[in-house]
């Protein structure tokens, strides 16, 4: 019995993480810390060592954020991380939640970054549209995932794309200026985008320094 009920707490517990890690982090990530690592390394600027310290930074955001009522229905804070930059993206209805959120990004180790992009809703209500709106901003990434990844002059997984209310927001590293364009020449053409807000830097950025 004992057994059993500790069984259950592990289980609960790695269902827990995975939940965080999926809540709070771009798919890219996600996907390269679990399957195909070394294949993926050939084309990043990112190590394997970098991509789980930005893991490990933003399940622990990602828990602050669950605590104290960043990540509902009501006020939705999402998490992005690229080598202790982050990038919160999402809407609040309360403009204290949006200063918060900052608040508990410093609190983790190995921050080095905070970028703000928390849209507030200041009719502090929920509506039907904020349904809909979700599904399209999901889709929209989704599609500019796709053209990142058929480019053929873009080094797709040094790229993480976010999208709230029709706003696409990148984050990453670029190997030079001509990448960097293209990337946002390439999410500004997708059908539905209003706008593309750039948060990537170049290879020899000296915010890219340990």
């Not at 500790?6 to 993480?17: E, R």
């Not at 500019?144 to 480019?151: P, S, Y």
Request: net charge positive; hydrophobic share 45%.
């Amino acid at each position: 019995m004992i057994n059993l009920i500790l069984k259950n707490k592990i289980i609960y517990k790695l269902y827990l993480f995975i939940f965080i890690i999926f809540a709070t982090t771009s798919c890219v990530e996600t996907i390269v810390i679990t399957s195909g690592v070394g294949a993926g390394l050939a084309y990043r600027e990112k190590s394997v060592d970098d991509t789980r310290s930005d893991l490990k930074i933003a399940t622990k955001i990602g828990f602050k954020f669950i605590k104290n009522g960043l990540k509902n229905i009501g006020n939705s804070v999402d998490i992005t991380v690229n080598e202790g930059r982050v990038m919160l993206t999402g809407i609040v209805r309360d403009p204290n939640k949006a200063k918060l959120a900052q608040d508990l990004c410093w609190q983790v180790k190995d921050v080095n970054e905070v970028i703000d992009e928390i849209k507030i809703d200041e009719t502090g209500k929920l509506k039907i549209k904020d349904f809909s709106s979700a599904l399209f901003d999901y889709l929209l990434t989704t599609e500019i995932e796709t053209k990142f990844a058929l480019a053929k002059d873009l080094r797709t997984l040094n790229y993480q794309i976010t999208t709230v209310d029709n706003d696409v927001y990148l984050l990453g590293v670029a190997i030079n200026e001509k990448e960097m364009n293209r990337a946002i020449a390439i999410a500004s053409k997708v059908r539905g985008v209003s706008k593309v807000v750039n948060h990537v830097i170049l290879a020899d950025d000296s915010r890219r320094a340990k």
